[in-house]
């Protein structure tokens, strides 16, 4: 089954971009998280905090695309090191302004910087794979559904990883370990100048015929993803609260683990697996699978029971993410698919911090039970959206042959 992925990732130079490209992700789903944290511990305001992380959120929205197209045009190299240079720089100036208590507004200035910076590495990576697999389909098709899981571990281990350092370490251990790590992944993946796409040159008249994106794809999307970016912020935070109202805070991590488990279990299986049913429909049905079983949480009382239960909701994030990305892929044009992937990461990544902060007052009023909830809301806000979302494939959700070219 696992033989596809061993024969990408035997092309020359693929596990070394990827990985990199893994770590480069890294901020993708942890800094705005991060921020939440920080900003909250040394505050005690989790409004406060989600305002910050929302600054952060906004300004990256405001400026994926242009990152997506700098790519395109410029060569990855160039556009992505001063890029992160100046995220990095940007996750300096917040922690500075909080650590001082700085004016409020030096760190929302602070926040924006580092979010407007932060570079599309996830585009870039499926790019480089496009090209090294170029002419051949069917290992493109399965290179993305690679990344996908790959995506997957990413806003999923991330925030665990980030909520653990912040809650047992420091409140600025997991923001200082995800900009550390945005910053070396991205510098070493920008480098890699082999596995690079060759940019052509530009034609204005050529550009100014580009064919549109395919918003009425790309929106509902986004929407799915930002319910799952909530879904992810959210439930994280109620773990750790639920372990520590139970007096076994060391077993938080375990249980979001144990999530992570699940989910990365599927993805491999789903990516590995012929569908005969096209994405779309995949989507709509695991998107309501994932908000069915995260439903019971809200009522579970042990933490052996918890954690059965998270193995189960987690099997059903994979097969959501994987097809939400099958779908932006298959549906953008080829000159666009780099832009359209970074509205769509980039509103999932924006759904984490205020699930964390929805959680965070809900935990503070009612109680780690009480902020189950918003996993559940923010799961049924994804649902709808999937359901929403039109397949543009005439006829039916057959599926069709994934274009090579990026």
Known sequence: M??????ILAVPGARTFSFLGLVARIPISTVSLGIVLLVSARSGSYGLAGAVAAAYVLANAALAIVHGRLADRLGQARALAPA??????????????VLADLPTWTTYVAAAMTGGALPQVGSCVRARWAYALRGDPRSVQTAFAFEAVVDEAVFIVGPIAVTVLATLVHPAAGLVTA??????????????RSTQPPVGPVDPALDA?????????VVPLTAVCFGLGAVFGSAEVATVAFAEERGAQAW??????????????????????SWTVGPATRMRWSALALTLAMAPIIVVDSVPLLGVALLVAGAAISPTLISTM???ERHSPRERVTEAMAVVHTGMAAGVAPGAALAGLGIDHWGAHAAYVVPVVAGTLAVVFAWLTPDPEIGSDAPVAVDTKV
Do not use: C, D, N
């Not at 992160?84 to 302004?97: E, K």
């Open 209 to 217: 015929r580009r064919p549109p994106q395919a918003w009425r794809v």
């Open 252 to 273: 938080a991590g375990v249980l979001l683990a144990i999530w992570a488990a699940g989910s990365l279990g599927a993805g491999v299986v789903v990516g590995a697996v």
């Open 2 to 7: 696992l033989s596809p992925y061993a024969r």
């Open 84 to 97: 992160i240079t100046v995220f990095g720089l940007g996750g300096v100036a917040v922690l500075a302004s």
């Open 179 to 192: 900009v550390a790590l945005g910053v070396v992944g991205t510098l070493a993946f920008a480098s890699l």
């Open 326 to 328: 099958s779908l932006v």
